[in-house]
């Protein structure tokens, strides 16, 4: 069994950069797709990007699509987000897990841009 543990939130002013981690534990996350998730306030959970299993292919939502990009390191079971160019409307919380949802959800991490 997988679980995952994201890092790296925080708060940022417009503009700002951040690097978000998300760490597997049991079972090897290169077994998946792995993608990242966020959630804002009164709104439904939403997907921001995708990674391929060995890294080679990405695919990004049309609202991060040039600001974010997302990577990993499968010796270190961990997917990377590097957000930059971070806007009021990225605040959330963000989570990681397969690209079909297939892994428990883990406690997120909170990132909020002041405007």
């Known amino acids: 069994q997988v679980q995952l543990v994201e890092s790296g939130g925080g708060l940022v002013q417009t503009g700002g950069s951040l690097r978000l981690s998300c760490t597997a534990s049991?079972?090897?996350?290169?077994?998946?797709?792995m993608g990242w998730f966020r959630q804002a306030p009164g709104k439904e959970r939403e997907f921001v990007a995708r990674?391929?299993?060995?890294?080679?292919?990405?695919y990004y939502a049309d609202s991060v699509k040039g600001r974010f990009t997302i990577s990993r390191d499968n010796a270190k079971n961990t997917v990377y987000l590097q957000m930059n160019s971070l806007k009021p409307e990225d605040t959330a919380v963000y989570y990681c897990?397969?690209?079909?949802?297939?892994?428990?959800w883990g406690q997120g991490t909170q990132v909020t841009v002041s405007s």
């Open positions: 990674i391929s299993r060995l890294g080679g292919s990405t």
């Open positions: 897990n397969s690209d079909r949802q297939q892994i428990d």
């Open positions: 049991g079972r090897t996350s290169s077994s998946y797709n």
